[in-house]
């Protein structure tokens, strides 16, 4: 195939609607071009991360609606949008796949060009750090009548299923998938660069394990871990067997 043809063709003119919409033009010029990539691996790399830059640039601004909603007590609303930033949040970690089909060689070559640049330094992900703590605030102002109400009457012992839990449940979702993002981000990092490796910054990647002990919204967590106490207090710590005649495998440890 003739590749420098094709190639000025996927660069398009720039003057269509569609193109101009969409400012192809720019976008398109987003990338290096393809005589500069260091092996044709590097433009999956930049596109991967481009594109879960968007994905991120869309979740923030979801967030800020989310939370207009939330205060108007739009609940419909805010779920609905729950549910686009969750459908980012699975498109982020599925993506980060297509960098597994990358091998360790070509992933080395990209590296020596990265300088000691970081995810850390992500402004989208930086900014989907931040605000979980506003809307957790919104959350206990509009659902939890200003912290008058508990999660633990959400979840227990006032539970009827309603907007309060609703709501809830879709913060822990988002807390969720975002380790999720971060769980198969660490196999990435052990699939290209190995386990004990370092980062370009000189940190062990391990450190990375800190963040994915972080809960975005840990009363969310703890209700449930009160719960199981609360209820397990009704049967002991260690359960009776359902049949006390079946012979409990652990006896012949
Ligand atoms: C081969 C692919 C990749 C490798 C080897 C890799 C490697 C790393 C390493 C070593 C770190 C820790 C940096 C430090 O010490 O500051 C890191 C952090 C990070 N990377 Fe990647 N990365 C890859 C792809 C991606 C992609 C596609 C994204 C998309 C957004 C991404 C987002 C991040 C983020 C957000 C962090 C910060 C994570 C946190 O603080 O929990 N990475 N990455």
Not at 1 to 25: A, V
Not at 89 to 106: G, I, N, V, Y
Request: aromatic residues 10%; proline residues 4%.
């Amino acid at each position: 195939m003739d590749r420098p043809t094709y190639q000025s063709m996927m660069r398009g003119n720039g003057q269509l609607d569609y193109e101009i919409y969409l400012n192809t033009e720019q976008l398109l010029a987003c990338q290096k071009e393809p005589d500069a990539l260091c092996n044709p691996d590097e433009l999956q790399f930049m596109i991967v991360h481009q594109i879960e830059e968007l994905w991120m640039k869309l979740m923030a601004n979801t967030l800020l609606d989310i939370d207009d909603e939330m205060r108007a007590r739009n609940t419909f609303k805010a779920l609905t949008l729950f549910r686009r930033v969750h459908i980012c949040q699975e498109m982020m970690s599925q993506q980060l796949s297509l960098l597994e089909t990358m091998s360790p060689k070509d992933y080395q070559e990209i590296r020596l060009l990265l300088g000691n640049g970081s995810g850390q330094e992500s402004p989208g992900f930086r900014v989907l750090l931040k605000m979980p703590k506003e809307l957790w605030a919104t959350y206990v102002d509009v659902y939890l009548d200003g912290g008058k109400r508990s999660v633990e009457h959400v979840y227990d012992s006032g539970y009827t299923h309603d907007d309060a839990y609703m709501i809830a449940e879709a913060l822990a979702e988002f807390d969720e998938l975002f380790q999720k993002f971060r769980h198969t981000h660490m196999q990435l990092i052990y699939r290209s660069i190995g386990v004990a490796a370092n980062s370009l910054k000189g940190r062990p990647v391990e450190i990375l394990r800190e963040g994915m002990k972080q809960k975005m919204f840990p009363e969310l967590w703890q209700v449930r871990a009160e719960m199981t106490d609360r209820w397990g207090g009704t049967y002991g710590h260690k359960r009776d067997k359902l049949s006390p005649s079946e012979t409990d495998d652990s006896d012949h440890a």
